[in-house]
């Protein structure tokens, strides 16, 4: 039985955080330590004629100043996923001939002091001759745009296409009714509460690197930086990424200025530290989403759908980031089935470069996009077939009895049963209540709407061979170790990387369940690649499933190997050996009073005195483990929300949120894990918006412009679960990481376009403002 797999316990590492005592890189002094400040351009797109550093250099305090001239011995930033016949362009460290975007990197300046490196950012001139930009990721594709590369014509990078054309084609030849949308899926920013930051250290003697960085996956990183940027080997190059505040897929890329910041230490003789500021991040960590969409539904006079076409432009930004074409491809047209049964699924898509911050993981990436796709066109199909939204999903949901389920795009979804889901949201929302409770609300002249958005995920990516054959250039594995020392402790490596998700805990859960011992008796590491040899990092939701397997394979040679002392201390067979679980003891099968505690055999591994012949000391086991299929969690969430005639305002009145992530570790931190990502597509779905104008300029670059959601936002979440487990990892879990946010966006746009649907109004582009929903209410009136 398990003690704590399934347990709400508090997260174990929120002590420090709580207190303020988390170790950030910002918060790294190092003696000696100079500053690096990045000088950025203010233009989308313009030629570079000439860089005026010697102002800058004569500043007093001033180190060193350094262009992209001084940097050529750093290589180019690498695309790690090569769709067939991708051009990725090149991308310098320090730009020098031309700037693409707004905070694309001139130079550089090292000072004694960051506000003596600011300073002289302002005295570097750059000689700009402007160009014509382009923001928007079709338009790019049209005669006449700017080009942003010599190398990609058209700004196209790659067009990729997956499905059963013919079955869809059929599909609408045949139709009783087609739905036909535009779409917009908004660029975001993904905002982490801790902003970017490196600090680097070079022992001349050692010839070794110290950087720490805020990545969420330092050992990746540490690869890339090695292999492509730096030259430095790879035994010689120690990544750190301690306490990380929030990453939501834009710490994913190896970035520019990890780069940048060791070259620096190197070359000034001094560990150099650079923090980002706010705005700063703005235009320069990878931002997400960005889609532009046709796409259209084929259904029967019943309801039932039969065919989903869709065509995108995906905006890349101005470069190719390092996993940026993964995300509209494998990660994006693949889940376009949703939780539907439909014969013919296609989608196409076209890969663009635009004058905008390069675009790579947002939490979700590619998921929430499908998603919005897919349940904003059911949600109009049901509009204008007279149907109830639950309905039409109910009629369509892919039977539990089909799983696992084989979609036209590619994945083989391993468990679920969406109906169950369904009914319970639409219990715990008391769903006929809403809609009558609605009813009463209309023919009082209110604007009451409920939106309902029925989502899947793919979760914990993938096989890796899987993956290479897609263009990945790395495998999707991750590595566990379960170390146990001769006192009976144990430390747990983990390759993933906790910057909020709580793998402290839940992990040490895992662990003191495998072992049956006090999870006191445990302690989680994670984020140093001098400690950990190798791991993939955290995204894709997958370091439960993964991580958390391949920590449980460990777990399971520390079991055996244990079995075998024991087995030779008592002097009985191995195959009589019994390990309880419960109580962290080995006893013979039958006469529980021989046993053998967890500690003594973990002292008896040590001292090594009478050990089985052949046997080495000591227990410390290593497993690497490749999933065999991604795993698919799904939800249902109901929302009702009221929209202010007056001012277009958008209150959200219920929220309900059922989710299957499989079987859950820790109950607590899945509901933190959902309404974190619940409050995250809502932001989407009602306020964010990484906006550009039409010449480039970022104008949300900074929190005012930029409308994060608030606490006061939301009312309190109704959540329940489904399960269905897993049926390929030894856990039964799937991800949770982003569910929350795939399916909020999805459902309050569904229960905005609801509340509007009196007046009228089909559809309007995300983020749902006042401003523009009291647009759409006037011009409504008007007609
Ligand atoms: N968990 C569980 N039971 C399950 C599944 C997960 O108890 N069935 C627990 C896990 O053990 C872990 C947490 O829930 O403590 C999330 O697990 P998982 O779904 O495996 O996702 P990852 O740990 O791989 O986290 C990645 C995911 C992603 S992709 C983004 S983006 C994201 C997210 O997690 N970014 C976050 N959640 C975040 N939360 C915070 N606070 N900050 C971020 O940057």
Redesign the pocket.
Request: glycine share 30%.
């Given at each position: 039985m398990s003690k704590y797999v399934g347990s709400s316990m508090k997260r174990i590492e929120d002590p420090r955080f709580i207190q303020g005592r988390g170790s950030y890189v910002a918060n790294l002094k190092l003696p000696n330590m100079a500053y690096l400040a990045i000088k950025r351009s203010p233009y989308a797109h313009a030629n570079i004629k000439g860089i005026d550093t010697s102002k800058a250099k004569a500043l007093p305090g001033v180190i060193g100043v350094f262009t992209g001239e001084d940097t050529s011995d750093v290589g180019m930033l690498p695309c790690g996923w090569n769709v067939p016949d991708i051009k990725v362009p090149p991308n310098r460290v320090l730009q020098t001939d031309k700037v693409r975007h707004v905070g694309d990197r001139v130079a550089m300046v090292v000072a004694e002091s960051p506000y003596i490196a600011q300073d002289a950012l302002d005295l570097i001139t750059v000689d700009y001759e402007p160009l014509p930009a382009v923001v928007d990721a079709k338009k790019a594709t049209e005669a006449g745009a700017p080009q942003l590369h010599d190398s990609v014509p058209n700004n196209t990078s790659y067009v990729w296409a997956l499905g059963n054309k013919e079955a869809c084609d059929k599909a609408f030849a045949e139709a009783d009714k087609v739905v036909e949308l535009d779409l917009v899926n908004q660029r975001l920013i993904a905002t982490?509460i801790e902003p970017r930051a490196a600090v680097a250290q070079w022992d001349p003697y050692k010839e070794e690197m110290t950087l720490w960085t805020t990545s969420q996956n330092p050992n990746l990183t540490r690869v890339v930086l090695s292999a492509f940027l730096l030259g430095i080997p790879e035994h010689k190059l120690r990544l750190i990424s301690p306490d990380v505040g929030?990453?939501?897929?834009s710490k994913i890329p190896t970035y520019p200025e990890e780069a940048l910041v060791p070259w620096a230490a190197r070359k000034v003789g001094r560990p150099v530290k650079w923090v980002a500021a706010r705005s700063e991040s703005a235009m320069s960590d990878t931002q997400g989403r960005d889609h532009v969409t046709h796409c259209k539904l084929a259904l029967k006079q019943d309801g039932t759908i039969t065919g989903l076409h869709v065509s995108t432009w995906a905006n890349n930004g101005a470069y190719i980031s390092l996993v940026a074409p993964l995300i509209p491809t494998a990660l994006y047209i693949t889940l376009l089935s949703g939780l539907y049964k439909i014969p013919g699924v296609y989608g196409e898509m076209w890969g663009t470069l635009t004058n905008t911050v390069w675009v790579d993981?947002?939490?979700?990436a590619g998921r929430p996009e499908a998603s919005y796709v897919v349940e904003r066109l059911v949600d109009v199909a049901a509009r204008e077939m007279n149907m109830d939204p639950v309905e039409i999903r109910r009629k369509n949901f892919i039977p539990a009895s089909d799983f696992p389920y084989q979609t036209p795009v590619a994945f083989l979804y391993d468990s679920g049963n969406y109906a169950a889901v369904m009914d319970k949201a639409v219990e715990m929302a008391n769903y006929s209540q809403m809609r009558a409770e609605q009813k009463k609300a209309r023919e009082d002249g209110r604007l009451v709407g409920i939106g309902i958005a029925g989502c899947i995920e793919a979760?914990?990516p993938a096989p890796s061979a899987v993956a290479g054959s897609l263009g990945g250039v790395t495998g999707f594995w991750e590595s566990g170790s379960v170390r146990v020392h001769a006192t009976g402790k144990v430390t747990v490596l983990t390759g993933?990387h906790?910057?909020?998700?709580?793998?402290e805990?839940?992990?040490a859960q895992i662990v003191a369940d495998e072992l049956g011992i006090d999870i006191k008796d445990i302690d989680v590491v994670h984020g140093d690649t001098a400690v950990i040899p190798n791991g993939m990092g955290?995204?894709?939701?997958?370091?439960?499933?993964v991580g958390?397997t391949a920590l449980v394979r460990s777990a399971e040679k520390v079991r055996a190997k244990m079995m075998k002392i024991a087995a030779h201390q008592l002097e009985a067979p191995l195959e009589e050996m019994v390990y309880d679980q419960d109580q962290g003891k080995i006893y013979v099968k039958g006469v529980p009073s021989k046993a053998k505690a967890f500690g003594d055999l973990a002292f008896a591994a040590y001292t090594a005195h009478n050990l089985p012949p052949g046997l080495e000391p000591g227990i410390e086991e290593d497993s690497y483990y490749d999933p065999s299929n991604f795993t698919f969690p799904n939800s249902v969430h109901i929302a009702q929300v009221e929209v202010d005639p007056h001012t277009g305002e958008v209150t959200i009145q219920r929220y309900v949120a059922v989710d299957d992530?499989?079987?859950?570790?820790?109950?607590l931190?899945?509901e933190g894990?959902v309404a974190?990502?619940i409050a995250q597509g809502v932001g989407q779905a009602l306020w964010e918006h990484g906006n550009y104008d039409e010449s480039g300029q970022l104008i949300s670059a900074n929190l005012l412009e930029y409308a994060m959601p608030h606490a006061h936002h939301f009312p309190a979440f109704e959540m329940g679960r489904a399960e269905t487990p897993s049926p390929h990892n030894p856990l039964g879990?799937?991800?949770?990481?982003?569910m929350g946010t795939i399916t909020s966006t999805p459902t309050i746009a569904n229960a905005v376009m609801d509340a509007l649907a009196p007046l009228g109004v089909r559809h309007i582009d995300m983020p749902l403002t006042p401003e523009k929903i009291w647009r759409a209410i006037q011009a409504a009136k008007m007609s």
């Open positions: 982490a929030g990453g939501f897929g993981a947002y939490r979700g979760s914990g993933a906790s910057h909020g998700q709580g793998h805990t839940t992990f955290t995204y894709g939701s997958r370091s439960t499933s958390g992530v499989g079987k859950v570790i820790n109950p931190i899945v894990q974190g990502g879990v799937k991800g949770v990481g982003e």
